[in-house]
């Protein structure tokens, strides 16, 4: 009896050793974390979510461990929109009852992680009425708003909780009778020969210091490419020690970091955006066969790099800018670019490059940095959510602010890429220009 | 007798420490007065040394506009300055708070909303030139809060104001009392 309860005992122990090694192992080897994972991640983050740490950076913290790592990656995002909501806005005393009914103090109190079962579009977990809690009086300055849903402040193509910057009373009022075709539709042009100081004279075909490790191909493919006009030559990007400068050894397949030595801008997009967002984190690249949107299957087994869109040794920049997206992206949207008037746009005559609409011209746009530089935004993701963001920075470029927004609220519109009207209308601009003639002329030098 | 010397000198170190807290500490009415003093003294002279230099009587060559952002030669209005001023504070500090009220608010979400805002608020209305001062409770906190006027000190704020849409006021003249500043430290 008492030789079966020893047994019992050590069976027990036995059980108990393992179980506390099968938690244990992952938190000292760091890999297959998975054990932990409580739920589905949301959007972008299922690429990360094995990577407990990068939002778990303290295992000691609670909400404000959390607040910083939200902070981390998405701070500058939210400071360049001039957040609507910012955290300075709660903590004052006097939002105390607000704050209990709902803090927005903190990120995790709207986007609860691991909840994908509650998470509602732009990874809201909250009941999507959540304006009611502070703006349940907006009837009694906006009579236009009597009645209307708390649910539709967000989803109607109206409001935003965090970036409003083009969805704003005045700038409503400052575009509302634009023309729905700019006179004009043409993007931003590109300048950075402009503010190129490249102290190294072009390269020759013979001067290509690869010796035999490339072929002839190629060889002629970078003698006409970009690099060869800026003096990089092939042991640039191929020596062992090419990031400092180096002439040593060869790398057949040079690495992100070998672009990021003099791509800093573009890499530092590239990295903040879900193609390398991974990378950034220090984990293996993204593959197309691991994203959770639709994709072709015949790309499953490519993975992302710069290499993945760009041709390094080709001059051929517009590859990137339709092919290498539509080579792995499946969804309707994308499907349909090649019917879609923004692409029979290429085949007029006659046309200004920068009239030209490709994938990149939206999901990439130019941006042009204070001192007037014009880049290639190389973060994909930095205005597809919500997808207003898209207005101000690419729509409004060739089209009126009314169109703008109608047909970004209209998710068939966006399925059949533009072909066709928008079938939704936004009151938006009609309830700003109503309000405006009702109660916006009396006289002042600052108005 | 170690024993006795040992627990007279406590007492004497814990005494010395509670007079010497009492003796240096600041009332909350001076703490308050004194952060409302640097406050009124910056923003009237944004005011009157900025924005009416450079607005349209002045030199024109920057547009002082509440979308400044949005605008290459903006500057922001005077009450927006104050603000980020208290945001700015917000994110050094909990030990106050301060932020700019009105019960003829541009934006509504600057109404009065605790008793004591809506009491002081309309006290420095009803008696020009004096501060209210008041305890209050928020999310199980106490606080010490004061309300000072908010004169209009330079033809700007007025016309502003008039001529804003959604004033709720628009005949505000020269040293009307268009507000308060709403300072509050934790007890």
């Not at chain 1, 509602?120 to 809690?133: I, Y």
């Not at chain 1, 290498?324 to 949207?333: D, K, L, P, R």
């Not at chain 1, 898209?390 to 602010?401: A, D, E, F, N």
């Not at chain 1, 927004?405 to 966006?414: F, G, K, M, R």
Request: glycine share 8%; proline share 5%; net charge negative.
């Amino acid at each position: 009896m008492a030789g079966g309860k020893k047994w019992l005992w050590v069976l027990w122990l036995i059980l108990s050793i393992g179980l506390a090694g099968y938690f244990a192992l992952p938190l000292v080897t760091k890999q297959d974390q998975g054990v932990f994972l409580m739920g589905e991640t949301t959007q972008g983050h299922h690429q990360i979510e094995l990577e407990c740490a990068a939002c778990h950076t303290d295992p000691f913290g609670g909400k404000e461990v959390l607040q910083s790592a939200c902070v981390n990656c998405h701070g500058d995002e939210l400071k360049a929109v001039n957040d609507s909501h910012p955290k300075a806005k709660f903590t004052n005393p006097r939002n105390a009852d607000r704050v209990k009914a709902l803090d927005a103090r903190y990120c995790v109190t709207c986007h609860v992680e691991h909840r994908l079962d509650k998470t509602h579009a732009m990874g809201v977990t909250l009941p999507t009425d959540f304006c009611f809690e502070c703006h349940q009086d907006v009837a009694e300055t906006r009579p236009s708003h009597e009645g209307l849903d708390f649910e539709s402040c967000a989803s109607s193509g109206c409001h935003n909780f965090h970036d409003n910057m083009a969805l704003y009373e005045d700038f409503l009022l400052e575009h509302a009778k634009a023309p729905m075709f700019a006179e004009v539709a043409r993007v931003i042009g590109r300048n950075a020969e402009q503010f190129s100081a490249n102290p190294h004279p072009s390269l020759q075909l013979n001067q290509a210091d690869a010796g035999n490790n490339i072929t002839a191909e190629i060889a002629a493919q970078w003698q006409h490419s970009s690099h060869a006009e800026a003096g990089v030559n092939c042991s640039g990007c191929h020596a062992e020690d090419a990031t400092s400068g180096g002439k040593q050894g060869w790398v057949e397949h040079p690495g992100q970091q070998v672009c990021a030595s003099c791509h800093s801008d573009e890499t530092e997009g590239f990295l903040a955006g879900k193609h390398g967002m991974r990378v950034a984190m220090g984990l293996s690249p993204m593959t197309v066969a691991a994203a959770k949107i639709p994709m072709h299957q015949a790309a499953a087994h490519k993975e992302l790099s710069c290499n993945s869109c760009h041709a390094p040794h080709s001059a051929d920049t517009k590859t990137a800018a339709v092919e290498a997206c539509v080579g792995c992206h499946a969804s309707e949207h994308v499907s349909n670019f090649k019917r879609s008037p923004h692409a029979q746009i290429a085949e007029k005559e006659g046309l200004h490059p920068d009239e030209v609409v490709t994938c990149a011209t939206c999901h990439m746009p130019r941006i042009q940095a204070a001192d007037g530089r014009v880049r290639v935004q190389h973060n994909q993701n930095a205005n597809l959510r919500p997808n207003e963001k898209m207005i101000r920075g690419v729509c409004m470029s060739c089209h009126s602010l009314a169109f703008s927004i109608d047909a970004l609220a209209d998710p068939e519109v966006i399925k059949r890429n533009f072909k066709g009207q928008p079938s939704v209308h936004i009151e938006s601009i009609d309830m700003a220009v109503e309000r405006d003639e009702k109660k916006g002329h009396r006289s002042s030098v600052y108005n | 007798m170690k024993k006795v010397m040992t627990i007279i000198s406590a007492a004497v170190v814990l005494t010395a420490c509670g007079g010497s807290e009492s003796a240096g500490g600041i009332a909350p009415k001076v703490y308050t007065d004194s952060l409302f003093a640097v406050m009124k003294a910056d923003r009237t002279n944004y005011t009157k040394l900025i924005i009416k230099r450079l607005g349209p009587a002045g030199s024109g060559s920057i547009s002082p506009e509440e979308h400044w952002q949005d605008k290459n030669n903006g500057a922001p209005l005077p009450a927006q300055m104050f603000r980020f001023g208290a945001e700015a504070v917000a994110e050094m500090t909990s030990d106050f708070s301060y932020s700019l009220q009105s019960i003829w608010p541009v934006n509504s979400q600057n109404a009065p909303r605790t008793e004591v805002e809506k009491i002081g608020l309309q006290f420095i209305v009803d008696n020009p030139g004096e501060n209210y001062y008041g305890e209050e409770e928020l999310g199980g906190v106490n606080y010490f809060t004061a309300v000072y006027p908010d004169v209009a000190v330079a033809a700007p704020c007025v016309d502003c104001h008039n001529g804003h849409k959604d004033s709720p006021k628009t005949d505000f003249q020269l040293g009307d009392v268009m507000g308060g500043v709403v300072v509050r430290v934790p007890l």
